[in-house]
């Protein structure tokens, strides 16, 4: 079984400034697939990242990166330089062989992130 | 245009009452999925499918059926709607090419009420 855990329900963090969102992770699996979605108040589901278990570099995008530590099993994500858009619910998920239906998404239950002026 | 589709994108309804959610997808995706989010819960997949003949339960199916008529066209039941069925139903797609890694593209979700 794979679960993932997303211990912040809410974060507060200054506009411009750099801001992590933690993301923990279970799984037997030894190939999976980790990503990091947005969901604004509008409540489509946006893609932000993607980390693969066997990637030895950490995925960038822009202004978000994934800090994979991957014997801590934890996949924080960083979004630099803080934008007022950036306020919105982020879930952490993950796909694997033993995820649910089988390389299906696992979703964290998301961090609330509000952007300050 | 939207690639992933959602109709209605609000519904209330009563306790009993059959309804039908619909998602089309103009991506060329092999792949469709149903998932519903809960307040404080994050998304869980209802059902999903790998082609038009190749439909699978997911974690929470009870209460739920499907029906994938095209490659484009994934549809979501509840045939006698409850209560607790209240929650944003999100469609999403995924191309088959490129291995079970390929990130899913979500529609623009429905939000159903059941009275």
């Known amino acids: 079984a794979q679960k993932i855990t997303q211990t912040q329900p809410g974060m507060f963090v200054q506009e411009k400034e750099a801001v992590t969102l933690d993301c923990t992770y279970d799984?037997?699996?030894?190939?999976?697939?980790l990503f990091w979605y947005k969901q604004p108040s509008s409540g489509e589901m946006i893609f932000l990242i993607y980390q693969g278990s066997y990637d030895e570099q950490n995925a960038t995008e822009g202004r978000y990166s994934l800090n994979f530590q991957k014997a801590r099993k934890s996949a924080n994500l960083v979004i630099s330089a803080s934008q007022l858009g950036d306020s919105a619910m982020y879930f952490c998920?993950?796909?694997?062989?033993?995820?649910?239906?089988?390389?299906?998404?696992?979703f964290g239950k998301g961090t609330k992130l509000s952007v300050i002026p | 245009d939207a690639d992933v589709t959602q109709t209605p994108r609000n519904r209330i309804t009563k306790t009993g009452k059959r309804i039908m959610l619909e998602c089309s997808q103009t991506k060329g995706h092999d792949r469709m999925y149903w998932y519903r989010q809960d307040p404080g819960l994050g998304l869980r997949l209802i059902y999903y499918s790998f082609d038009v003949k190749d439909i699978n339960k997911g974690e929470i199916s009870d209460g739920y059926s499907v029906s994938r008529q095209a490659q484009a066209k994934f549809s979501l039941s509840l045939e006698s709607a409850i209560p607790n069925q209240t929650a944003l139903y999100f469609c999403?797609?995924?191309?088959?090419?490129?291995?079970?890694?390929?990130?899913?593209?979500f529609g623009p979700g429905t939000r159903l009420t059941v009275l």
């Open positions: 999403a797609t995924s191309d088959l090419e490129g291995g079970p890694w390929n990130e899913q593209f």
């Open positions: 998920a993950m796909r694997g062989p033993s995820g649910a239906g089988s390389y299906q998404l696992t």
């Open positions: 799984t037997s699996d030894q190939s999976y697939g």
